[in-house]
C-alpha cells in the first residue's frame, strides 16, 4: 500500500526526487511496507529516505532530518496510539516543513494533513464482526479464511494543499472518495 502512496505523491508532484518514509521499526509490518517502496522508488527514479519513529517527540526531528535531506514530501507509515493524539501536531510539522505528506488514516487528514490513503476501518470492523458471528455460531477461528483488505479509501484537504502552494491533480481529486474543502 506504501507503493500506492508513493505512486500518488508522483502524481501530485512530477519532479518528486526525494521522499522521506517515516516508520516504526518495532513494528513487523514496517520492514515489508518499505522494502515495496523501495522497490517502487528505483521504477519512479524517486530516492527513499527512511527515518524511524518509534517516540511522540521523533516527530520533529524526522521532520527537520526530511528537511535536511531535501525531501519533498513523506509517506507517513506510523499509525495508532503514536499518532492518535498527534494528528494535529504533526499536520502542522508537515505544513511547517512545506512537504507533501500522506497519512494511512482519513482522520489525520481530518486533523489538517495533506492526503491519506489506506484501509477503510468501518468495512474492516463489519468484516471483524462476520467473523464473530461465524465463531459464535460454532465456525472454528483456523478454519476461517484469513481476508486481507478490499475497500480502500482517498482522502484529500484543499485547504492544506493551498497552505503549501499545491494545486491537487483533476486525476486525484476524481478518485478521491472524500474532499475537504
Known sequence: MSVKRLEMLKELLPRLSRVAFFGTSTW??????L???????????????YVDVSRPKDFEIAFQAAGKAQAEAVI????????????????ELAIKSRLATIYRERESVEAGGLMAYGPNIPDLFRRAAYYVDRILKGAKPADLPVE???KFELV???KTAKA???????????RADQVIE
Do not use: D, Y
Not at 28 to 33: I, M, Q
Not at 76 to 91: C, D, H, Q, T, Y
Open 35 to 49: 522494502r515495496e517502496t523501495e522497490l517502487a522508488a528505483g521504477q519512479l527514479r524517486v530516492r527513499l529516505q
Open 28 to 33: 513487523p509490518g514496517n520492514a515489508r511496507g
Open 148 to 150: 486481507q483488505p478490499t
Open 76 to 91: 507517513l507509515l506510523v499509525w495508532g496510539p503514536l499518532i492518535g493524539p498527534r494528528r494535529k501536531e504533526i499536520a
Open 156 to 158: 484529500i484537504n484543499l
Open 164 to 174: 503549501l502552494g499545491l494545486t491537487i491533480p483533476q486525476t486525484l481529486l476524481l
